[in-house]
């Protein structure tokens, strides 16, 4: 009891802090508190932007989990040059047009489907997108995921039993965090 008392003693008023204060302590601390302070932030405001651009919402989930593994992974750059939301609202923006690109260009995309995304904007700042695509991170077949000793007991037998490919496949797996995620990258050394 006395415990719980002090974990919310010691969180208490870390929900005020501004964006760019909570990846300030984030980056100084690493502590999952932290990015979990902008996920539920900005996970809801991401799937909406997803969702507008996008039109479904199994694509808009799934772009919304990369965006905020993108977000996670790059935090490091974002600088303070801009305000966090717009550093957030540019990635969100970016990988979705991105994601139009590549379907527009893709041939077994159906015909019927093009008209989705009509009216997307094409014109997009391309140095702004980022380059890590979590889809192409591949996970080693047989991975032994018990070695990795930082990242949470349910978050390893849940990646031992699925054997997930990728890390976006990894980071889609209820129980497995942000931070589990990033453990695992590190790990691989990505």
């Avoid at 003693?9 to 502590?31: F, I, M, P």
């Avoid at 490919?165 to 497995?176: M, P």
Wanted: some cysteine; overall charge positive; glycine content about 4%.
């Amino acid at each position: 009891m006395l415990k719980h008392l002090f974990i919310f003693l010691a969180n208490s008023g870390r929900d005020k802090l501004t964006d760019e204060e909570v990846v300030e302590e984030y980056l100084k601390s690493q502590n999952n508190y932290y990015f979990e302070l902008l996920y539920n932030r900005y996970s809801s405001k991401i799937y909406g932007k997803c969702l507008t651009i996008l039109k479904e919402q199994n694509l808009a989930q799934d772009a919304t989990q990369d965006i905020m593994m993108k977000i996670l992974l790059n935090l490091a750059k974002f600088g303070g040059r801009s305000k966090f939301s717009t550093w957030v609202y540019s990635i969100t923006y970016n990988f979705c047009i991105d994601f139009v690109r590549k379907r527009k260009k893709d041939k077994s995309f159906y015909v019927e489907d093009i008209h989705k995304f009509e009216g997307v904007v094409d014109e997009v700042d391309d140095k702004e997108i980022l380059e890590v695509r979590l889809e192409n991170l591949k996970i080693p077949a047989g991975f032994d995921y018990t070695k990795l000793k930082s990242m949470s007991i349910e978050a390893r037998q849940k990646l031992t039993k699925i054997q997930p490919v990728t890390i976006s496949q990894a980071s889609r797996i209820s129980g497995v965090s942000p931070n589990d995620v990033s453990v695992l990258l590190v790990y691989l050394g990505r």
